[in-house]
């Protein structure tokens, strides 16, 4: 199965019928019932998985349906409606992980929740509100916490290539494509083994077909069928259960296999770090959880103290797991950041977007490749223009731009209390993680190292490989400019190398890239700022930038040897280097059968190496680690989980020793 999804995506073409009815002229058929979609949806997948008395039962506990065929998301507004009926209290957490390979477009969707709303006022709420958060037609994954105790994980892409990239076990399945003889990419046995091995034993099933060839392959992948009543002209349907767990998909090497689950239930969480990748984990976490924080610089004392940043993604000229991770997790971020101003009426991000310029052939062929490869829509990136006395083409962002780290950081931890200590230590006991700092001792169930390059201090690194995670300490310091340039119109942020922005009418710049020594480093330096100046002033030839002396910022960065973030539970190194030490390059397919899965330090998990892209990449991290210690469907694909995890230098140091 391929990992990540080639070319652009294609549109569902679709003709409104009569009511709320859709058809698919694409595949010859039909979205829902002309008659009832809604009654069909109750009686095929809801009743067929018996869900109404699932999440009566389920107390605070997690759900998770997996449906193939999300179309115009009439099962998943039933699905949700019923789970706010069912659920008692509202304690539970739906997860609703659905792959659509051909989605509507924004313009067919919103008709599709208009006529959804009329048809069955009772989701007229509930289809404005994912109406709000429909993404844009970017292939992948998109996390969508369409409510507080509620998640969709909405796939754009061929049903093979998710069902490869979904990680977690599945409790109920709708299979809701088209029709076999017309949709058979999505009815193989392939499809159907995935499925199996998604599940755990007692796993449910629905689907409104019966064919023989349906039930052959459910008998073949391990599932009992039973042909039950239709619902309208169609006599019968199918409801299935798995008999017994499946072997697990074999799509990740044993050094990158997951965790064992955490106990579960309400936790005691340390988090050391408030910058902004801590802070986005307590807002993850403290709904579930009880938090604590420790900083002994406070809230955003860091980088996330800046006046202002950049939100705008990182763009790979190659369509792989890279390019995938940082266009899902700056559209997630974009989300993350909107839904935060939505709920305190703060302005924490300017959203006009920014231009990325190429500044010699080089760059100009790669932002063409880019560009052809259309991996982010006309909505949110396209061609453009950047005219001085030499005309610079550039990749225009629609969409983020400028963000407020101080603000924002603040903004996230709202009344949490930052405890301004100094951890010194951390070490298991039975009880969990007893951790010391420079005023007293605490114990907690977990810990999560969000403290930038220090996290190296408490990773319990082996003494003949002393740096593990593979970080190293940079310096950036930004400046702010007494007189700026005027921008091009309706553009606050332009990154050429070094970037300049806008924020509130006061302009910055940055940002240096130089090793960290000492602490001598932290203080401001104006050759850092001239020089700064100097690549940023030739593009503005007609205008006199001047430095506000002495008012700028310098913080330390954290960067991984490869420049990806780190994120996941912290392996056992010894272990590692013990049960791989014979694996070389050729390994990446090593069955795990031959080798023993990954160990980890039960409740340390590492939130790191952010760089320059924290603000784009730490919301989406960070609810990649909240799941990991919820036990919940992790919100990223499993090549992306290959690419920030923990382990991933100390394997690249293993295979090298061998070569």
């Known amino acids: 199965m391929n990992e990540t999804q080639k070319g652009p995506l294609h549109l569902a073409q679709i003709m409104h019928q009569q009511g709320a009815a859709f058809h698919s002229t694409r595949f010859d058929d039909i979205y829902f019932s002309p008659e009832d979609g809604l009654a069909e949806t109750r009686h095929v997948f809801i009743d067929g998985n018996d869900l109404p008395n699932r999440f009566a039962a389920l107390g605070d506990g997690d759900f998770t349906i997996g449906e193939l ?8 507004l039933a699905t949700w409606q019923v789970f706010e009926e069912n659920n008692q209290n509202q304690s539970g957490h739906l997860h609703f992980i659905s792959v659509e390979g051909f989605p509507l477009s924004a313009d067919d969707f919103n008709k599709a929740m208009g006529a959804i709303a009329k048809r069955w006022p009772v989701l007229g709420d509930k289809a404005k509100r994912l109406q709000n958060l429909y993404p844009p037609h970017a292939p992948g994954l998109h996390l969508l916490p369409v409510a507080k105790n509620i998640t969709l994980h909405l796939w754009f892409a061929p049903v093979d290539m998710a069902l490869g990239q979904v990680s977690g076990l599945i409790d109920a399945w709708f299979f809701d494509g088209f029709s076999p003889a017309k949709n058979p990419d999505m009815w193989t046995q392939d499809v159907f083994d995935a499925a199996a091995c998604l599940s755990h034993k007692g796993t449910s099933l629905a689907t409104f077909s019966a064919a023989g060839h349906v039930r052959d392959k459910l008998e073949a992948a391990g599932f009992t069928w039973e042909k039950t009543q239709g619902f309208g002209r169609k006599k019968h349907m199918l409801q299935a259960a798995l008999l017994q767990s ?20 309400r936790k005691r969480i340390a988090i050391i770090g408030a910058g902004i990748a801590g802070a986005c984990l307590a807002r993850h976490l403290r709904e579930r959880h009880d938090v604590t924080l420790f900083d002994p610089l406070g809230a955003g004392g860091g980088a996330s103290g800046n006046p202002a940043g950049l939100l705008l993604p990182r763009m790979d000229a190659d369509e792989n797991a890279d390019a995938d991770f940082y266009r899902q997790s700056w559209l997630y971020a974009l989300q993350f950041y909107r839904t935060l101003e939505q709920e305190s009426g703060k302005t924490l991000l300017d959203d006009k977007g920014g231009l990325r310029l190429a500044l010699d052939e080089r760059q100009s062929r790669r932002l063409k490749i880019i560009t052809s490869i259309a991996a982010l829509p006309q909505s949110h990136m396209r061609k453009g223009q950047f005219k001085a006395d030499l005309s610079h083409p550039a990749l225009q962002f629609l969409q983020g731009g400028v963000i407020a780290p101080q603000l924002l950081t603040q903004t996230l931890l709202a009344d949490h209390p930052v405890l301004e200590e100094a951890v010194q230590s951390i070490s298991k006991n039975k009880q969990g993680w007893h951790l010391v700092t420079d005023k007293m001792a605490y114990d907690f169930d977990c810990v999560i190292l969000a403290n930038g390059p220090a996290a190296r201090k408490f990773v319990f690194a082996p003494e003949n490989m002393p740096d593990p995670l593979g970080l190293s300490s940079s310096i950036g310091q930004m400046e702010m400019l007494e007189r700026g340039p005027k921008l091009p119109e ?41 020089k700064t100046l100097g690549a940023i002033a030739p593009l503005f030839p007609k205008e006199k930038l001047v430095l506000a002396k002495g008012k700028g910022r310098v913080s330390v960065r954290a960067s991984a040897t490869d420049y990806h973030p780190l994120a996941g539970a912290v392996p056992d190194w010894q272990m590692a280097i013990h049960a791989y030490s014979h694996i070389n390059k050729g390994a990446d397919h090593v069955l795990r059968q031959n080798v023993p899965d990954a160990q980890y330090y039960g409740g340390l998990y590492v939130l790191t190496g952010l760089s320059s892209r924290g603000f784009s990449s730490a919301p989406l991290l960070s609810a990649y680690i909240a799941a990991l210690v919820n036990n919940t469907p992790p919100p990223m694909a499993v090549s992306q989980i290959k690419l920030v995890h923990p382990a991933r230098q100390i394997i690249r140091i293993l295979k090298r020793q061998i070569d």
């Open 246 to 265: 499946a072997q697990p998909l074999q799509n990740i090497q044993p050094w990158f296999a997951p965790p064992p689950p955490s106990p579960t239930g």
């Open 490 to 530: 309706g553009i606050n942020a332009i990154m050429a190398g070094h970037y300049i922005l806008q924020w509130q009418g006061q302009h910055y710049m940055g940002a240096s890239y130089e090793p960290f020594t000492n602490d001598s480093d932290l203080e401001w330096q104006e050759q850092r700022a001239v």
């Open 69 to 76: 065929g999300f179309g115009t998301g009439l099962n998943f």
